[in-house]
């Protein structure tokens, strides 16, 4: 059987850099009050009249393209990781398709909030192993910004904009996706969603009126369920795979809180230098987090390296991912 790759990877953040010291001029909060409890100092938030996720997704899109060398004709198939749509329907994998320029492909959302990219990823792997495409594109594209309440002291000072995505190959050699351990429990319904907009409560001026159509979280009771559930996974997908934390080359959590990133990663005891995180410049871009850091690191990356990836979000939906590198940045 075929290994699923990944091949390249790259990513978009937009310009606009909202800083802790702007945001405690729009809502009652202050620089040392958001990097207390969360770790964040900037985040990129996407402007313009009528753009979307999508905007953010096809940029990454054509760099993925420009870098791997790989003609929008030969991509077949495209899973984007997002839970902000530029529409209900069509898909914003559709979207981004036609911006690139990508026309014989198959491509559709994984809707699996801040834990998206890697179930996505797991899903991009299993269409290569089984032999169905040999060309597949993992992405995440998050409008964070297009639901944030920047009137909530607790929520807004969280989130950013960003978009990243990875090209996945088949290859003979011992690389690429491993093993995942994936999950969901439907406890964290109340705890963390958009109340509003949905088929259960559709959009009224009533709705609008109480303010819920933006991200709704109850912050403790996500905290405690992020850093049990993530640590859970890890272990896991490590034991099943005879990996020590010695032998792991990067930790790469979904970038919620440096705080939960901090309790997850002294919990397993891994060396702090192997832990992977660039929230402080991005904050929470949602399912982008991880494959953004992907980008970022990249260059440190070498074949054969060992990483975990792991996020939760709401649902709850939480997991971790085993990836073998597969190449050295040229």
Same mark, same amino acid.
């Given at each position: 059987m075929?290994?699923?790759?990944?091949?390249?990877?790259?990513? #978009?953040?937009?310009?606009?850099?909202?800083?802790?010291?702007?945001?405690?001029?729009?809502v009652?909060?202050?620089?040392?009050?958001?990097?207390?409890?969360?770790?964040?100092?900037?985040?990129r938030?996407?402007?313009?009249?009528?753009?979307?996720?999508?905007?953010?997704?096809?940029?990454?899109? +054509?760099?993925?393209?420009? $870098?791997?060398?790989?003609?929008?004709? *030969?991509?077949?198939l495209?899973?984007c990781?997002?839970? +902000?749509?530029?529409?209900?329907?069509?898909?914003?994998?559709?979207?981004?398709?036609?911006?690139?320029?990508? $026309?014989?492909?198959?491509?559709?959302?994984?809707?699996?909030?801040?834990?998206?990219?890697?179930?996505?990823?797991?899903?991009?792997?299993?269409?290569?192993?089984?032999?169905?495409?040999?060309?597949v594109?993992?992405?995440?594209?998050?409008?964070?910004?297009?639901?944030?309440? #920047?009137? &909530?002291? +607790?929520?807004?000072?969280?989130?950013? *904009?960003?978009?990243?995505?990875?090209?996945?190959?088949?290859?003979?050699?011992?690389?690429?996706?491993m093993?995942?351990?994936?999950?969901? &429990?439907?406890?964290?319904l109340?705890?963390?969603?958009?109340?509003?907009?949905?088929?259960a409560?559709?959009?009224?001026?009533?709705?609008?009126?109480?303010?819920?159509? #933006?991200?709704?979280?109850?912050?403790?009771? !996500?905290?405690?369920?992020?850093?049990?559930?993530?640590?859970?996974?890890?272990?896991?997908?490590?034991?099943r795979?005879?990996?020590?934390? *010695?032998?792991? &080359?990067?930790?790469?959590?979904?970038?919620?809180?440096?705080?939960?990133i901090?309790?997850?990663?002294?919990?397993? +005891?891994?060396?702090?230098?192997?832990? !992977?995180?660039?929230?402080?410049?991005?904050?929470?871009?949602?399912?982008a987090?991880?494959?953004?850091?992907?980008?970022?690191?990249?260059?440190?990356?070498?074949?054969? &390296?060992?990483?975990?990836?792991?996020?939760?979000?709401?649902?709850?939906?939480w997991?971790?991912?085993?990836?073998?590198?597969?190449y050295?940045?040229?």
């Amino acid at each position: 059987m075929q290994n699923a790759v990944i091949t390249g990877v790259a990513s #978009y953040v937009p310009d606009y850099i909202l800083t802790n010291e702007e945001l405690s001029h729009m809502v009652d909060t202050n620089d040392e009050w958001i990097t207390t409890r969360v770790g964040i100092k900037e985040r990129r938030i996407l402007k313009g009249e009528g753009l979307g996720s999508s905007e953010l997704g096809y940029r990454a899109v +054509n760099e993925l393209l420009k $870098k791997t060398g790989i003609s929008p004709d *030969d991509v077949e198939l495209i899973i984007c990781a997002t839970s +902000n749509p530029d529409y209900r329907f069509p898909s914003t994998a559709s979207i981004i398709a036609e911006k690139s320029g990508i $026309k014989h492909c198959f491509g559709y959302d994984v809707q699996a909030a801040c834990a998206g990219f890697i179930v996505a990823l797991q899903a991009g792997a299993a269409y290569i192993k089984s032999g169905l495409y040999k060309k597949v594109i993992v992405l995440a594209a998050e409008k964070m910004s297009s639901m944030t309440n #920047y009137t &909530d002291r +607790n929520t807004c000072p969280l989130f950013g *904009d960003a978009a990243a995505a990875v090209m996945l190959e088949p290859s003979d050699k011992n690389l690429g996706v491993m093993d995942a351990v994936m999950h969901t &429990d439907g406890i964290g319904l109340p705890h963390l969603l958009m109340k509003a907009g949905g088929s259960a409560y559709p959009a009224t001026h009533e709705s609008i009126d109480r303010m819920e159509h #933006y991200v709704y979280q109850e912050g403790r009771a !996500v905290y405690k369920h992020a850093v049990s559930d993530m640590l859970e996974s890890t272990l896991n997908v490590a034991e099943r795979n005879h990996l020590t934390f *010695d032998s792991i &080359d990067w930790f790469i959590p979904h970038q919620a809180n440096a705080r939960i990133i901090e309790a997850i990663a002294g919990r397993i +005891n891994i060396a702090p230098e192997k832990v !992977v995180m660039n929230i402080e410049k991005f904050g929470n871009t949602s399912a982008a987090s991880i494959p953004l850091c992907l980008s970022e690191w990249e260059g440190k990356f070498k074949q054969g &390296d060992n990483i975990i990836l792991t996020a939760f979000g709401a649902g709850f939906t939480w997991g971790a991912l085993y990836l073998k590198w597969a190449y050295n940045k040229v």
